[in-house]
């Protein structure tokens, strides 16, 4: 395998060889002193990274934070549409976006499984670095571990994110006010169908990529333009459904959306419909939820889709007084109560 | 396994049952809200973690920050002194520390191997909580996955940690100056003989606890004391001997140590004698270097000394001018240089 081929042939047991990640790497020898310095640090080069210093040293403009991690442990690593490192840069910086926060500075934490090819992994790093960059965030620290071949599965990826605050309002699930409108940035679906699609082997007529995106321009739009954001959340693991629950639940409202308001792409459903799967518990990594008073609502729309990432944002249901619960206005008529899914529908899909 | 059985007796992998991690507690649905609120968040509580924010929100002291972060994989999860919780609560603190920085905030993320007991699951994140506590800080983000049984090692947890930087020296190794002397706050190579003889089964004489420990009193101390500290170094994955190389290589000076002066336990050292290990390239995990001026190095070896957890500091060498190189006046009294290993002698210890 090459760097010059193809990014989706990559499966994971590969044989040993000089062109792979071996144990030694992860040690503190020669040959991780190698892998940092000739593979990692180059793709990543900022200052403060290249300090050699145990912790990143850095001069925040305010000490109003937010802070936030993740792993991602995608199965396969590289998809349409994106990779485990495009992946981990923009799902950081989207979290930090969801509380308001401007995304500043992220860390990489990379646990390798021994015979990871050394071009898969560059590949993925200059992905990261890629993905950085448009976000405007810099890597500044980071760490490597190497697990023998069978206890780890080629390459998983943890970020954390520093961002700063801006602004005085309270971007969070406890400002969310009865009358309140909910605005949905895109399509949905498109990440975890793109993702199983890769995984089985299965073709579309028209592809399917992932959305996996930063929503920087989203948001920093709604916040210059001063909208009154009252609460932010990227449609992640468990899919639209289950993060508007999650913030009925935590806000003691009730939420109702309509189920034809709702866009998905004609490949994506006809995947769903083929496969049993509801695009509501599909995972996104590049779409949002935004909650903002019923009298701004129109204005966030505007200037939503005026950015790519967002141009298909659409109003698609309220905020009310009542029992914590998501409602949907089915596209049949009918009205019913959508729950957490007891089993999980598409497992590594981030 | 229960919880109430003596904690070093797991091995994965094991059967599934009600009483393991599933695939679907990672997933968006019922079991991962269950997971969450039920096992982890209980033991973790603050406000912060609480919110059910996408980041957690900090109003830190000032705006000069250390960032830091590492991926723990130790193989086995719970070892004597230790368990990989602690690890990664302490190795964090620790790296924060070494800046110079009050450790006040980390995250936890865990990849957990579908079948890990939850028995097992509940006491690491236990010995978390107790750690965080005894550091004083505030664990306050996270995240959970879980990949398929046989594509990861029961647990692996990532922390990165947010610490503020007290005072107006900087601790770096480009602090050093030739003429500083080297400090070591306490004997060496325990960690990594400890988490060896527990996977494979070793006996001592006398038993080998890891050294797994903050390094907190003791950096609070010196810095508390005034002690003008060019550089600070946990001497953890490589050793002493590659933590110390390390330094001078970037500081560009020449580092002498004295074999005889480096305290070695008896049982650990007879244990590297029968395994052909080198103690000077065995992890550490509550072991430092402090680099200070020749004049204050008696002051501060004093203040080390009151401390529990560096009550044998001693001075082990100096710095001096020359290319940059670490040389050991060994024992036996001859002179040669240490290099990084080629090869790592114990993988999988941190």
């Known amino acids: 395998m090459s760097a010059d081929k193809p990014p989706f042939e990559y499966s994971c047991p590969v044989p040993a060889s000089a062109d792979t990640v071996q144990l030694d790497h992860g040690g503190g020898g020669q040959l991780a002193h190698q892998l940092l310095h000739e593979v990692i640090l180059p793709r990543f080069a900022n200052e403060i990274a290249a300090s050699g210093h145990d912790s990143a040293m850095l001069d925040l403009r305010n000490p109003r934070v937010a802070f936030?991690?993740?792993?991602?442990?995608?199965?396969?690593?590289?998809?349409?549409?994106?990779?485990?490192?495009?992946?981990?840069?923009?799902?950081?910086?989207?979290?930090?976006?969801?509380?308001?926060?401007?995304?500043?500075?992220?860390?990489?934490?990379?646990?390798?499984?021994?015979?990871?090819?050394?071009?898969?992994?560059?590949?993925?790093?200059?992905?990261?670095?890629?993905?950085?960059?448009?976000?405007?965030?810099?890597?500044?620290?980071?760490?490597?571990?190497?697990?023998?071949?069978?206890?780890?599965?080629?390459?998983?990826?943890?970020?954390?994110?520093?961002?700063?605050?801006?602004?005085?309002?309270?971007?969070?699930?406890?400002?969310?006010?009865?009358?309140?409108?909910i605005l949905l940035s895109g399509d949905i679906a498109r990440h975890g169908i793109a993702v199983l699609a890769q995984r089985e082997g299965m073709r579309f007529d028209a592809p399917v990529d992932s959305d996996c995106a930063s929503l920087l321009p989203a948001v920093s739009a709604l916040l210059d333009e001063n909208i009154e954001v009252h609460c932010l959340r990227d449609a992640t693991r468990g899919g639209l459904a289950t993060i508007l629950l999650e913030l009925a639940e935590i806000s003691g409202l009730c939420f109702a959306i309509d189920e034809e308001r709702i866009p998905v792409a004609d490949a994506v459903r006809g995947a769903c419909e083929l496969l049993g799967l509801d695009p509501l518990y599909i995972a996104n990594e590049g779409c949002f939820v935004a909650i903002v008073p019923a009298a701004q609502a129109e204005r966030a729309l505007a200037v939503m889709r005026a950015h790519s990432v967002s141009e298909q944002s659409v109003l698609i249901g309220q905020v009310s007084e009542g029992a914590p619960a998501l409602m949907l206005n089915a596209a049949t008529g009918t009205r019913r109560q959508l729950r957490r899914l007891t089993g999980q529908p598409l497992p590594r899909i981030c």
């Open 68 to 181: 936030t991690t993740d792993s991602f442990v995608v199965n396969p690593l590289e998809f349409p549409g994106g990779d485990i490192g495009k992946l981990a840069v923009f799902g950081t910086v989207n979290d930090l976006l969801m509380a308001g926060a401007l995304p500043r500075h992220i860390s990489c934490s990379l646990i390798i499984e021994e015979g990871l090819p050394l071009a898969v992994l560059r590949r993925i790093l200059q992905s990261m670095a890629t993905a950085a960059g448009e976000a405007g965030v810099t890597i500044v620290t980071g760490d490597t571990k190497v697990v023998e071949r069978g206890h780890g599965d080629g390459l998983f990826i943890n970020t954390a994110g520093i961002g700063e605050r801006i602004g005085e309002i309270v971007i969070a699930p406890q400002s969310i006010r009865a009358g309140d409108c």
